[in-house]
């Protein structure tokens, strides 16, 4: 039985509820898409696009993992870019360099196109909470403007701080305009939605027990099979799919947010007078802006202990108020969070089981935008186009060969020492 929406505020507040049919009996396509989230249904529309008959298997229902759940945030980082210059050398500079806005470039096309409903706002600032990380802001400021996008860019330092975040907690940040911010659930349920529109098959509540590899392989649920031609496995945090083979290089890590009442629009603009998102520099990360009803989205506290808080509002409140004060008598509507897919080198794991599964997961917080770019990549990679693919197939990564509760155990521990080293 498949699982609703998780009660935040992105799912009180839909365009519309899916209602796909579960699998029963034996199709065929030419390619079966496994997860529901912006990895498969990007991939899902991309390939239906490009005229090839798809099916796609979500588990409960569409965006019903960390691309419904997340901050909504869309950042040009794609994350693990040394990683993939330490492997392939100066040569993929450029390479990187046109993928790096890629994703950004397929949403707003597909916004447009598909007119998609899902509160877009541009704007995205990185807070600096101590003066060696301005000194990485102005590092990166240098490389934007280098690269040639320095006139979307804005160097804050604290005295003009309080134009763009209404706390004295930061030293200053990098501002730009070309990043933005949407609800991503309605981003996602319009996707699929637009792929549905163009003939892609989409069922829920078809949770995948197995794949049986061969020419032909077919990909089984509990009431169902699909037999293809290629498999693309899209599940990243949440899936279990082929251990032996991609288990032990992903891990979960717990990210929360908070929503609070509608804020009168004075408060509102105090807080963020430009509207824009913000993440701030700490190692365990807060992130926060406003939503289309001028509600307060804080986010944060990222766990990689695999547990949850006893009490999400409890844990997050405190720093939030820190922050922003005047939100002390604010009431709080919604608290929620979920998992995301870490990975130890913070590279995509990108890769093929064999000639025939294709899988994309890992994207370390950046993932609104990245699953887009590898929705793109394994739509090139099916139809032959391997340049792209190989750019993060190759890229080394670590994999840890032990269970996955004590893989995230030792990643909290190594994650509590920087955190200890940070505050000290």
């Known amino acids: 039985m498949s699982e609703m929406h998780c009660p935040s505020y992105y799912a009180a507040t839909l ?3 899916t209602a796909y049919p579960s699998l029963e009996g034996e199709i065929t396509a030419d390619v079966c898409v496994i997860g529901g989230g ?3 249904v990007s991939t899902a ?39 993939i210059r330490n492997t392939h050398g100066a040569g993929a500079d450029q390479m990187i360099k046109d993928l790096q806005w890629r994703g950004h470039e397929i949403i707003k096309k597909r916004i447009k196109k598909y007119n ?20 990485e802001l102005k590092k990166e400021f240098n490389y934007v ?18 134009d763009y975040i209404g706390t004295d907690k930061y030293v200053g940040g990098l501002y730009n305009d070309m990043d933005f911010h949407i609800h991503p659930l309605n981003l996602c349920i319009g996707e699929a939605r637009a792929a549905a529109s163009l003939g892609a098959r989409i069922f829920e509540g078809s949770g995948v027990v197995e794949i049986i590899h061969g020419k032909n392989p077919v990909v089984v649920t509990k009431s169902g099979r699909v037999k293809v031609n290629k498999v693309v496995i899209a599940g990243n945090a949440y899936h279990h799919l082929e251990k032996k083979k991609i288990g032990g290089v992903v891990f979960p890590a717990g990210t929360y947010i908070l929503a609070t009442e509608p804020l009168d629009s004075d408060l509102a603009t105090e807080i963020l007078p430009k509207n824009q998102s913000v993440w701030d520099m700490s190692i365990f990360l807060a992130y926060f802006r406003r939503s289309a009803d001028n509600r307060f989205l804080y986010g944060g506290e990222c766990n990689y202990s695999g547990r949850d808080p006893r009490s999400i509002k409890d844990t997050m409140l405190p720093h939030m108020i820190e922050t922003f004060p005047m939100l002390k008598n604010v009431k709080i509507d919604y608290e929620w969070g979920g998992m995301i897919g870490i990975t130890i080198s913070r590279t995509p794991h990108v890769g093929r089981i064999n000639d025939n599964v294709y899988y994309a997961q890992g994207y370390s917080g950046h993932g609104v935008n990245v699953t887009h770019i590898m929705g793109e990549m394994l739509s090139d990679a099916i139809t032959g186009q391997l340049e792209h693919f190989d750019l993060f197939e190759k890229a080394k990564q ?13 990643l909290a521990l190594g994650m509590l020492y920087y955190r200890i080293k940070e505050l000290l």
């Open 38 to 40: 912006f990895t498969g």
């Open 145 to 162: 403007c280098e690269q040639g996008w320095g006139d979307n860019f804005k160097l804050v330092e604290k005295a003009q701080l309080r």
């Open 45 to 83: 529309l991309d390939l239906t696009e490009r005229g090839f008959n798809v099916v796609l298997l979500e588990q409960n229902h569409i965006g019903w993992g960390a691309s419904g759940r997340n901050g909504g945030q869309v950042g040009y980082s794609i994350k693990g870019e040394d990683n």
């Open 116 to 135: 998609i409903d899902c509160d877009f706002k541009p704007g995205d600032m990185a807070a600096a909470i101590k003066h060696h990380h301005m000194d």
């Open 15 to 17: 365009n519309d509820k």
């Open 398 to 410: 670590h994999r840890i060969p032990v269970p996955r509760w004590v893989g995230n155990q030792m």
